[in-house]
């Protein structure tokens, strides 16, 4: 009779276990296909634009246009979106995301990045953070001049660093969370 009942409880527990693993895999599978859905949604969204006859510069050269330097987002972007009548920019990336510079500076990405763009400035900035001791969100990318060799990031405090470190877009590395 004990035996039994240490077989039965074996079995219980053996069941939970399993019970518990398989949700943990259908978990991580759902957001590979929310990551997924959501990628291919961007695309289509893209090739939509592209068929309606707007022909999309390249974020570099757009952001090059609003005097901001162009390694300022990630070369692997999904895509983006520009609404010029109402100054507001969407990027997309398909995992959050984090970029080192040359000036040692990293900035991590969400999956989707929304801004206000403006000649030399990127404000209300939503999805962009910056180490500084702890990761900060940046609200605030500022270029004061034409000439200006000089980057202004807000993110708390306003920080200037060098302008020639994000002259380049450089591939992202993924992390697991903004």
Request: aromatic share 10%.
């Amino acid at each position: 009779m004990e035996k039994a009942l240490t077989k039965v409880n074996s079995l219980k527990v053996g069941s939970l276990w399993i019970s518990k693993k398989a949700k943990e895999e259908l978990s991580n599978i759902s957001e590979d296909l929310t990551t997924f859905s959501n990628t291919v949604e961007e695309k289509a969204k893209w090739i939509f634009n592209k068929l309606k006859g707007k022909p999309l510069k390249t974020l570099p050269d757009l952001l090059r246009e609003y005097n901001l330097p162009p390694g300022l987002f990630p070369q692997n972007i999904v895509c983006y979106e520009f609404d010029e009548s109402k100054a507001k920019l969407i990027v997309y990336l398909s995992s959050p995301c984090e970029v080192s510079f040359k000036d040692s500076s990293a900035i991590r990405y969400a999956t989707r990045v929304k801004a206000i763009l403006m000649r030399g400035k990127l404000a209300g900035i939503e999805g962009m953070k910056t180490k500084v001791l702890v990761w900060v969100k940046v609200t605030n990318v500022a270029v004061e001049g034409y000439k200006s060799d000089k980057v202004w990031f807000t993110a708390g405090v306003k920080k200037a660093r060098p302008k020639d470190a994000y002259e380049m877009p450089h591939d992202a590395v993924r992390v697991e969370e903004f």
